[in-house]
């Protein structure tokens, strides 16, 4: 006997390149082997069944307060459970610095929440809100050197936007260090212009949140950014891409061989501003920036899944209650749309929606499907081939799908924190029915069967995909004195 662990025998085996038929042997929470007529001490029969690498969720708000002071519902225990039970084995969450912090502190006081709680792996991101002397001098590029290799980046909010100046600043440092940088990208001035506007006449309900975070304010500054990104060629990611406007910007600058990166989520496919104008304060539950659009627009997220605009599928999971204090209707009564804390959650729907909606209609194909919900986000943030791939040597993070149940998704079926799904009633085709992290059966017919707090933290290398394109507009001799 080879000495496997386990192994995973008869199922149908994708990855982001091929699909073919194998047993899977693993040992030492890794992929030991890929073969015919494995025996191991353990067996996962999965005949019948699709078997995946485990999906990365690399947008997600756990553990987290907004710059409004609202906590998030879920912590790392309650959001990693629900992730996992939807098919995802690796959750990257945002260590979120407010004006005024040491990122040093900020990032162990987020390891101090996450410590001995998640489920499965994570890692973090930075929030970069307070671009100081002293983080962009050394906060900021030592922990990049420490594993900490990706960070957002704010146009918008009066707590987090960085002005034009300043996200050249932190882009030059970026492309120095090796880092990728995350963009949310809409117009501040244009959304607190409309706001104003709308407050003035009188219009404060959720409808109100759509037409100020218009379309037109999410173009220009995903153009703005791309523009800044191609000055100092300096690779970005779009993240959270709602509208068919911004999609154009971001499929014109690649077809410019720029590198520029798209994400968009599942409120932007099973949304829409029709869900904004709902009885009372329900639209609410569907209130997040930038917001769905309308439902027509939906098509032209389909269109840049198929296409390869979008290179990652996320959830932007961000559980701000709906009841209770500061949620959404506590926001609603306070001030209408602009006290509303924005967000939805997603963070267990993400993979299974995308599958039913995506591969089992035909809009995107089975490998797509991985590299969309997995591999990318892998490559993207320095953690392939640990994660996101079926190969010897990567880890055994393993989602082994049923393709033929049919499940009707409801709140009291998910396992967040939180007290309302936007996507109550959608009835959906495949989930993932076992789930492995590391070779260790955390999902089981659907439900958590591992111990909180085995999650381990992944430092992440400096990923391929935020090496400059080495093309910039200055002579050497003039690249030199601004960049370096």
């Not at 990104?229 to 690649?254: F, N, T, Y």
Request: glycine share 12%; aromatic share 6%.
């Amino acid at each position: 006997m080879a000495g496997y662990e386990l192994v995973i025998k008869g199922g149908k085996v994708a990855t982001a390149a091929d699909t073919f038929m194998a047993d899977i042997g693993i040992r030492g929470g890794k992929i030991a082997a890929l073969g015919d007529d494995l025996a191991g001490d353990r067996v996962i029969d999965a005949r019948g069944k699709l078997v995946l690498p485990g999906g990365i969720d690399s947008h997600v708000h756990v553990a987290q307060r907004s710059g409004m002071g609202v906590d998030t519902a879920d912590d790392f225990a309650s959001g990693s459970t629900s992730a996992a039970c939807g098919g995802t084995t690796t959750i990257i969450s945002f260590a979120a610095q407010q004006r005024g912090q040491s990122l040093r502190q900020v990032v162990k006081d987020y390891h101090a929440k996450a410590e001995g709680q998640a489920l499965i792996d994570y890692a973090f991101h930075l929030i970069i809100s307070d671009p100081t002397e002293q983080v962009m001098g050394q906060e900021l590029p030592g922990l990049i050197r420490d594993g900490y290799t990706s960070f957002k980046i704010y146009t918008t909010y009066d707590a987090l936007k960085l002005t034009d100046r300043q996200v050249l600043d932190v882009l030059s440092l970026a492309r120095r260090e090796g880092a990728m940088v995350m963009v949310h990208a809409e117009n501040h001035d244009i959304i607190a212009w409309l706001s104003d506007k709308l407050v003035q006449a009188g219009r404060m309900g959720p409808p109100s949140h759509g037409i100020a975070h218009a379309a037109i304010a999410e173009r220009e500054a995903t153009g703005r950014v791309i523009s800044m990104g191609e000055l100092l060629d300096v690779p970005l990611l779009i993240v959270h891409v709602s509208g068919c406007e911004a999609i154009e910007e971001i499929r014109k600058a690649k077809a410019r061989g720029l590198k520029i990166y798209g994400e968009t989520c599942p409120q932007y496919l099973f949304l829409s501003a029709e869900d904004l104008e709902k009885e009372g304060f329900d639209g609410a539950m569907c209130m997040c920036s930038p917001p769905p659009r309308e439902a027509a627009n939906q098509e032209s997220v389909w269109t840049g899944l198929t296409t390869g605009v979008f290179d990652v599928f996320s959830s932007d999971h961000a559980p701000y209650r709906f009841e209770g204090p500061g949620g959404k209707v506590a926001g609603m009564k306070a001030g209408g749309f602009k006290k509303v804390p924005n967000g939805v959650p997603g963070i267990e729907i993400r993979v299974p929606m995308l599958f039913s909606e995506g591969v089992l209609k035909g809009r995107i194909d089975l490998n797509q499907f991985v590299a969309l919900t997995s591999t990318n986000h892998a490559k993207l943030y320095g953690l392939h081939p640990r994660k996101g791939t079926i190969a010897v040597g990567a880890d055994a993070d393993i989602a082994i799908w049923d393709p033929a149940i049919e499940r009707t998704i409801t709140h009291s079926m998910l396992h967040d924190a939180m007290d309302y799904t936007p996507y109550e009633g959608r009835k959906v085709t495949g989930w993932p029915m076992t789930v492995l992290s590391r070779g260790e059966v955390v999902v089981d017919q659907g439900e958590p069967v591992a111990k909180i707090g085995r999650g381990q933290f992944l430092s992440c290398d400096k990923p391929d995909a935020a090496r400059p394109r080495g093309h910039l507009p200055f002579t050497p001799e003039i690249a030199k004195s601004i960049l370096f």
